[in-house]
């Protein structure tokens, strides 16, 4: 089955973990067709952000980025990619600057550089997977102004789903989207756009997992077969999420 997969920075924090689940990654890759990761890099991200002493906020789920901060973020998610390549195995780490790979457009202003996905290049992903490597890609983006837009993980794992007309499943570290946040056992097997967009008008689904939930939507709008949201924490978590593990976002 081709498949992309987003495996989110919060998913990644414990490295026993976070090796186990990239050699259960990498054991994808003996399929037909290797799989798409795509990665995010959140707590490392903060980490270095407050190693530097810049200031770091989030508005609306995302994370406003200066000048100052993207370059900080870049090393982070380049060092990252190419660790998580190492992890994996045949794999090989990218951002948007290499072939052109992600370009994206400005969001609010408020944001800073902060873009929103425009274009997939699929050419470099199928040549590397016609080779057998599994492409790691970090959510850095190619700006109009030729210089770097931070896009969210959740959205550029969408953007590619949808250009490559393949399911994408969202890693994470919670089994899924939950009924009740607070209750982890209410995992909701299901979740459709009206009941998603109800969801993030009264709060229930809030914070980090509205990009995530939007994403699934607009990777389906996009021509993605399918989109779930599923346990990173488990080397287990993609197959799980596959047989019906947790939460299916449809149209």
Known sequence: MNLVIKYGGNAMNDDATRRAVAAALGGLAGGEVPPVVVHGGGPFIQAALDAAGLEHRFVRGLRVTTPESLAVIEQVLTVLGKSLAQEIGAAVGL???????????????????????????????AALRAAGL?????????????????????????????????????????????????????????????????????????????PKVEAALAALDQGAPFALIADGRDPAGVARALAGGGTRVVA
């Open 134 to 210: 599994v492409p790691v890609v970090g959510c850095l983006a190619l700006a109009p102004d030729g210089g770097l837009l931070n896009v969210n993980a959740d959205e550029v794992a969408g953007a590619v789903a949808g250009a490559l007309g393949e399911g994408v499943v969202f890693l994470t570290n919670v089994p899924g989207v939950l009924d009740d946040p607070a209750d982890p056992g209410s995992l909701l097997a299901e979740l459709t756009r009206d009941e998603a967009l109800a969801r993030i008008a009264d709060g229930r689904v809030a914070g980090g997992m509205i």
């Open 95 to 125: 951002t948007g600057r290499d072939a052109e790979l992600l370009r994206a457009t400005p969001r609010e202003p408020d944001l800073g550089r902060v873009g929103r996905m425009a274009h997939v290049n699929v050419r470099a992903l």
